[in-house]
Structures are given as structure tokens and as C-alpha cells.
């Protein structure tokens, strides 16, 4: 099983074929709905984003509240196809990769292969094993938003699969 | 009565942080049988995840979903108001003393008024006795794929299943199986979906009462597996594990299949209170 350190850049993209497991290290960045509609205004207004996408991990994710004594509650991937329509302006800002659950439609499957980036599916509906991976949370922007404000998540051998490669290969047969 | 808050913590912990017997067991022997090595190594994720979250009291899943509370009345049980205020606010209580996710907003404005509002469905048993309350919360990665279909009263099974089957396919793989599916058969629309969702409660290891039905949750089970969708979509044998039944009583001009969709944390916990 591959190991791989963040930042995550071509050259490490580019060695990665769908469907292979990885563990990875390094930093996502959550984003889901609310926030995803937020930057996609920001950008369409022209205005400063609050942080920088440039060649960031997004991580389609809600964590529940932080537990006592922990550095993060249950965290898995939420649905990436309710994403699918704010994804060209955040590949066009220069984000890399992406980690969700499930299919993505055939237009992100090309616009991943024309910006080079990645698609990556984690363990569906395990959040409290993914907690294990986490080493530190810091909130980036959005406190309003609650769980679905931006969070920076520091990871440690978090296990992912190639769900779509930068060549456009994707794991699953048939993409809607 | 006793402090029910108190035994509502408890409910509401017991079904967030543990999966049911009936579950586990079920997800237990779909790994043993599983050869497909990717489907297998998902599951073990699943089987895995379980195990940390009881061992740590932390949420099986993120989305610690929409409390549906069933309570159910026995005819010596004085149902008041004031009662159904403590069961709820209990819940919600417990919700964010658990740092459970605040996961409910107002449908139009999103604004997230932190823990509050639920779903609560109340059942009258006249030949019952004492009070159980039931908490599903539910997930939206898999209620957003509920569907109802208002069948012609002259449509034949087979159409029935078919429709079902797409259901599971539309579904896919963002919707976390392997399933279970509650489908409710007759009723009006919205009764359909209820029982689709009461569907849900019943152990999955005892079998439905009603023969026909049993046949019939067997055959569309056997052709969801068909599908190898598998947990994570990465194909196997399992892409459900149960499907349970409940029927009622229809109109002459229609027949009405709802379809509710549970993820593989099919999550639920009841408490009998005397």
C-alpha cells in the first residue's frame, strides 16, 4: 500500500491510477454544501477568498462536535454529487484533489483530467474510524455555519481510494 | 415515572454509538462471506468503525441524522402533552450533551437553530400496556433517496420489484451499503412512506408474518445483490442485506410503494418505560 505525504503535487498525482489505495498524510480542508455555495459567490463577486485553494485537499465533510479530550468527533465523507455543481470554479482556483463518497457526473470526471487533479472516495459511513487518522482541527472560516464550517484537518495515514485518477479513469463502470 | 430524560440519554446514546445486534451480525457474516477482496476490506472498515465508536462512546457516523421518535401507548399510559414535551426535549438534550451534530436547519433559510426539531410519530395500542419509545435518527445520505411511486391498482408484481430495484440503483454507492430497505406497499402516499420507514424497525433476522411477503422481500433482495453494487460501490455480494415489507389496506383506485433507503449504520434503539 502506498504512503503518501501532502502537499499533494502533480508529480504524486500523476502516479496514482483509480481504484488503488493509498494511505495519505497531510492536510484537507472540509468543505460541504453551504460552504462550497459561500466560495463559489465570493469568486463570482470577484472578492478575496478566506483562505487559498492552491493546490489544497478538499474534504467533503460535516464532523459532529468535538468530544471531550478528543481533537475531533466522527468525520466521514458526505456525498460528493450534491458538490458536482460548484466543482469547476474550485478546480479553476486551483484546488487538487477532492475526498467524498460516491459517483461524480461524466463533466467532473473531465474537468478532473483537464486540470489534473484527483478523486478520492474514504471509507463510507466510517466516521469514528476516521476520527483515529486526525491529528489536529483548526477552524479556518465560516464559524456560523456551525458543522459545516471550513475546518483545516491535519491527517495521519488516512486510508483512500482512487475513485477518479487525473487521466479521468474512474472506479466505478458507469457514470451518471 | 421514573426520570425519563434519563432513559432517553440513554436511547439516544445507545442507538447513536452502537449498532443494533441484529446489524452487526448481519454486516459480521456479509465479511466472512464476502471473497471479492475490496468489498471485503470495506466491510472490515465497517466491522471496524462499530468497534470504536461503542469502545469510545463517539457517533457510528458524522451525520447522526434527523431524530425520528416512534412513541407507542399502551391503554394504561397517560399520554399528555406536558409528556411528549419531556420525551422531546430529552431527546434534543441528549443530542447536544453527546455532541451529537446540530444537523437540523430551516429548509429555505439553512439558518441551523442548534438542536431543535425532530420527527415524532405517535401510535395509540389499545390492547398494549406501558409506553415504549423508539429513536431512528436518520441519515440523509440515504433519505434523500426515498422515493414513492403511485402504482395502477391493476400493476403486476413484477413492476413493483423492478421499481424497487431502481430505487437501489439510483441510489448508489454515495448512499453507504450495503442497504436495508423499509418498503411500505398501500396506504395513501404518506402512509406508504411511513410504513416504508417503520419497516426499518423490525429486526431484520425475524421473519415477516406474511408469507407472501417473505417471498417477495427474498426475490427483491436477490435481485439487489444482483446489481454488485457493493459497500463503497466497489462490487461484492452485498449490496443490501435485508428488505422488509410492511403493507396496508389501499384505495380501490391506486396502490401506493414507498421506498426508504437505510445506510449500513441502520441505526435505532427503543425503550420499554411501565
Redesign the interface.
Same mark, same amino acid.
Request: aromatic letters at 2%.
Given at each position: 500500500m502506498k504512503k503518501i505525504n501532502g502537499p499533494l503535487d502533480k508529480k504524486n498525482i500523476q502516479g496514482l491510477k483509480a481504484?488503488e489505495?493509498i494511505l495519505f498524510s497531510g492536510t484537507f480542508y472540509t468543505a460541504r454544501d453551504?460552504a462550497h455555495k459561500i466560495l463559489v459567490e465570493l469568486m463570482g463577486k470577484g472578492k478575496k477568498l478566506p483562505l487559498d485553494l492552491k493546490n489544497q485537499i478538499i474534504y467533503y465533510?460535516?464532523?459532529?462536535?468535538?468530544?471531550p479530550g478528543?481533537v475531533i468527533?466522527?468525520?466521514?465523507p458526505?456525498?460528493?454529487?450534491r458538490m458536482d455543481s460548484f466543482t469547476k470554479p474550485l478546480l479553476e482556483n486551483g484546488i487538487s484533489a477532492m475526498v467524498g463518497?460516491?459517483?461524480r457526473t461524466k463533466s467532473i470526471i473531465r474537468l478532473i483530467k483537464k486540470h489534473r487533479a484527483i478523486y478520492f472516495?474514504a471509507?463510507?459511513?466510517?466516521?469514528?474510524?476516521?476520527?483515529?487518522f486526525i491529528l489536529a482541527k483548526k477552524l479556518i472560516c465560516f464559524r456560523h455555519?456551525?458543522?459545516e464550517a471550513i475546518y483545516s484537518l491535519k491527517v495521519k495515514e488516512f486510508?483512500l481510494?482512487v475513485g477518479i485518477d487525473w487521466q479521468g479513469r474512474s472506479?466505478?463502470e458507469k457514470e451518471? | 415515572m421514573k426520570d425519563i430524560s434519563k432513559h432517553i440519554e440513554d436511547l439516544v446514546r445507545k442507538a447513536s454509538f452502537s449498532l443494533r445486534k441484529d446489524i452487526e451480525k448481519a454486516l459480521e457474516k456479509a465479511y466472512h462471506q464476502e471473497k471479492e477482496k475490496?468489498a471485503k476490506? =470495506?466491510l472490515g472498515?465497517?466491522l &471496524?468503525? =462499530?468497534k470504536?465508536?461503542e469502545k &469510545?462512546?463517539?457517533?457510528?457516523?458524522?451525520?447522526?441524522g434527523l431524530p425520528v421518535i416512534f412513541i407507542e401507548a399502551g391503554n394504561d399510559v397517560k399520554l399528555t402533552a406536558a409528556l411528549l414535551k419531556r420525551v422531546r426535549d430529552a431527546v434534543l438534550g441528549a443530542y447536544k450533551d453527546?455532541?451529537?451534530?446540530?444537523?437540523l436547519v430551516d429548509p429555505l433559510t439553512?439558518n441551523?437553530p442548534?438542536y431543535q426539531g425532530l420527527i415524532e410519530h405517535i401510535i395509540f395500542l389499545p390492547k398494549a400496556k406501558g409506553l415504549r419509545i423508539t429513536i431512528l435518527p436518520k441519515g440523509f445520505?440515504s433519505e434523500?433517496k426515498t422515493q414513492l411511486k403511485m402504482f395502477e391498482p391493476t400493476a403486476q408484481i413484477k413492476q413493483i420489484e423492478e421499481f424497487i430495484v431502481n430505487c437501489v440503483k439510483e441510489a448508489?454507492?454515495?448512499?453507504?451499503p450495503p442497504f436495508f430497505l423499509g418498503i411500505g406497499i398501500g396506504g395513501t402516499s404518506e402512509y406508504a412512506l411511513y410504513l416504508a420507514k417503520k419497516a426499518l424497525l423490525d429486526k431484520i433476522d425475524s421473519p415477516n408474518n406474511d408469507k407472501f411477503l417473505r417471498t417477495l422481500e427474498k426475490r427483491i433482495l436477490s435481485k439487489i445483490n444482483s446489481l454488485k453494487i457493493g459497500?463503497?460501490?466497489?462490487g461484492g455480494k452485498f449490496t443490501a442485506l435485508a428488505v422488509k415489507i410492511k403493507k396496508s389496506q389501499t384505495h380501490i383506485a391506486g396502490l401506493p410503494v414507498g421506498v426508504n433507503i437505510s445506510?449500513?449504520?441502520l441505526r435505532s434503539a427503543t425503550i420499554k418505560i411501565k
Open positions: 481504484g489505495l453551504q465533510c460535516g464532523p459532529t462536535k468535538t468530544p478528543r468527533g466522527s468525520c466521514g458526505t456525498t460528493s454529487a463518497k460516491g459517483r472516495l471509507p463510507a459511513g466510517c466516521g469514528a474510524l476516521l476520527s483515529k455555519l456551525g458543522p486510508p481510494i472506479i466505478y451518471t | 475490496k476490506m =470495506a472498515w465497517i &471496524e468503525n =462499530a470504536i465508536a &469510545e462512546k463517539i457517533a457510528l457516523c458524522q451525520d447522526t453527546n455532541c451529537l451534530r446540530p444537523s439553512r441551523n442548534q445520505g434523500n448508489g454507492p454515495e448512499s453507504c459497500p463503497m460501490g466497489l445506510c449500513h449504520a
